[in-house]
C-alpha cells in the first residue's frame, strides 16, 4: 500500500483492523466484493457536494445543514448494511485529491460503481477533465466498474437549462473518451439535487445496478402486481429510501415521492408511537403496515417485507375491495423474497440464478381478476 494512500485514509475506529487488504481476498467474493459488501466511491471536485449527498441520504441529514459541512480530507468509509440486499460501502473522497497521482490499483480494484460529482451550478469543465481521467484509470484497473456521472446542484438551475446542462456534459464527456481511445466505456447521467427526492432516485438506481438479484425481485413484484391489480409497486430500504426494485412498469417521479414521504410518515410514527425503545431500531416490524387514500381514488399500501425493507404499492380503490386476495399475495411475495434472501446469504453474494427460478415457481398467488 503507497503511503499517499495511506494518508488519505481516515484512519482509526471506521476501517478495519487488517486493512492490507489480506483479508479481502476471499475466493467466494468476486472481483468487486469486499466482506460480502461492494465498495461505491463518490468522487469529484471540492465542494460538488459529495458529502451531502452521503449524509442526507444515509445519515438523515436535513439539507440545509449540509451548508455547514467541512470539507473533506480524507477518504472515509461509511458501511451500509440495512437489509439483506443492500450491502455495501460508501467511501467519500476528498475534493482535493490528487488525481493524477492517486494509487488506482488499490482504490479501483474492488470497487462497484464510482459516482462522479459534477456541481452543474459552477464552470465544470476542469471536472470532465478529472472525470476522463478518473474513467481512464479506473477502467484500466476494473473492467466491471460502472461509472455513474451526477450532474448535482441542479436546483439552482432553471427548468430548460437542466437537460442541456446534461446534455452537454453528456456530449463532453463521451467525446473526451473518444479522443482518449475509450468509447466503449459507457457512463450514465443523473440530474440530483439533495434539495429533492432526485438524489434518492438516482442512488436507487446506481444501487440496483449492483444487485445482482435485481431481475428476480422485478419478476416477483410483476408477478404480484399483475395478480393483485396493483399499479405499481416499490420495494423500499426504509432507512435510506432507496428503493431496491419496482415492477418493470417506468417509474414516474411523482409515485416515488408519494411512496418516499409514505414511508417517512410511517417511519415517523412508529418511531413516535411504537415500542422499541432503542433509538437505532426503527419500530418497524412484520406487524406494520398503513393505508393512505387519497382524494384522487389512489389508494397507497405500505406493508413490511424484512426487519428495513417495505413493499408500498398504488393502486385504485376500486381495486383494493379485495384486500383479502392482497394480502395473501402479500404473503406469497414475502415467503418467495425470504427464499432469495437465504439463497444469497448461502451463496455469499454471488446469487444463483436457477435457484431464484425456482423460488418464483414457488409463488403461488391467487388471481385478483379471477374473482
Ligand atoms: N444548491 C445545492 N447545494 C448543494 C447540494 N449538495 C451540496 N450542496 C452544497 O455544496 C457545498 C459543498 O458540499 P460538500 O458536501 O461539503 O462537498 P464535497 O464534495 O464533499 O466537498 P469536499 O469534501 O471538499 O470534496 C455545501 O455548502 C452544500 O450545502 C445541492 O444539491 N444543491
Ligand atoms: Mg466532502
Known amino acids: 500500500m503507497s503511503s499517499l ?7 482509526g475506529d471506521s476501517f478495519p483492523k487488517d486493512f492490507g487488504y489480506g483479508s479481502y481476498d476471499d475466493e467466494n467474493s468476486g472481483p468487486q466484493v469486499q466482506n460480502g459488501k461492494t465498495r461505491i466511491l463518490l468522487m469529484g471536485h ?4 459529495k458529502t451531502s449527498i452521503q449524509k442526507v441520504v444515509f445519515q438523515k441529514m436535513s439539507p440545509n445543514e449540509t451548508l455547514f459541512l467541512e470539507g473533506t480530507n480524507k477518504i472515509t468509509k461509511e458501511d451500509i448494511a440495512n437489509s439483506s440486499f443492500l450491502q455495501f460501502q460508501l467511501w467519500d473522497c476528498p475534493g482535493q485529491m490528487d488525481f493524477q497521482d492517486f494509487d488506482a490499483d488499490l482504490i479501483f480494484a474492488k470497487c462497484g ?4 460529482v459534477i456541481d452543474a451550478q ?13 474513467v481512464t484509470k479506473a477502467y484500466n484497473v476494473n473492467k466491471n466498474i460502472r461509472f455513474e456521472v451526477f450532474v448535482h446542484k441542479v436546483d439552482g438551475l432553471y427548468e430548460d437549462n437542466k437537460m442541456e446542462t446534461q446534455r452537454d456534459i453528456h456530449q463532453r464527456s463521451n467525446d473526451d473518451l473518444l479522443d482518449a481511445g475509450y468509447d466503449h466505456i459507457t457512463l450514465s447521467f443523473h440530474l440530483t439535487s439533495i434539495y429533492d427526492h432526485s438524489i434518492f432516485e438516482a442512488l436507487s438506481k446506481v444501487i440496483q445496478k449492483l444487485i445482482p438479484q435485481l431481475p428476480t425481485l422485478e419478476n416477483l413484484l410483476n408477478i404480484l402486481i399483475n395478480n393483485s ?3 405499481k409497486a416499490f420495494l ?9 426494485a419496482t415492477d418493470s412498469s417506468p417509474v414516474d417521479m411523482q409515485s416515488y415521492e408519494l411512496c418516499c414521504d409514505m414511508v417517512d410518515l410511517v417511519i415517523d410514527i412508529s418511531g413516535i408511537y411504537g415500542l422499541e425503545e432503542s433509538p ?4 418497524f416490524d412484520s406487524r406494520s403496515s398503513s393505508l393512505i387514500k387519497l382524494n384522487s381514488g389512489t389508494i397507497l399500501y405500505l406493508r413490511e417485507v424484512d426487519r428495513y425493507l417495505a413493499l408500498v404499492c398504488i393502486l385504485r380503490e376500486d ?3 379485495k384486500q383479502g386476495v392482497i394480502n395473501y399475495n402479500f404473503l406469497c411475495f414475502r415467503e418467495a423474497l425470504q427464499q432469495v434472501f437465504e439463497i444469497r446469504n448461502k451463496s455469499n453474494g454471488a446469487g444463483e440464478p436457477g435457484s431464484d427460478t425456482e423460488s418464483i415457481e414457488k409463488l403461488g398467488v391467487v388471481n385478483n381478476h379471477a374473482g
Open 229 to 231: 391489480g396493483i399499479e
Open 113 to 116: 460503481a464510482v459516482i462522479f
Open 280 to 283: 437505532d431500531v426503527p419500530a
Open 236 to 244: 423500499f430500504d426504509v432507512v435510506s429510501k432507496i428503493y431496491i
Open 122 to 134: 459552477d464552470d465544470y469543465m476542469e471536472a470532465l477533465n478529472t472525470l476522463n481521467l478518473v
Open 46 to 49: 471540492r465542494r460538488s457536494g
Open 5 to 11: 494512500a495511506e494518508e488519505q485514509f481516515e484512519g
Open 319 to 321: 381495486n383494493f375491495e
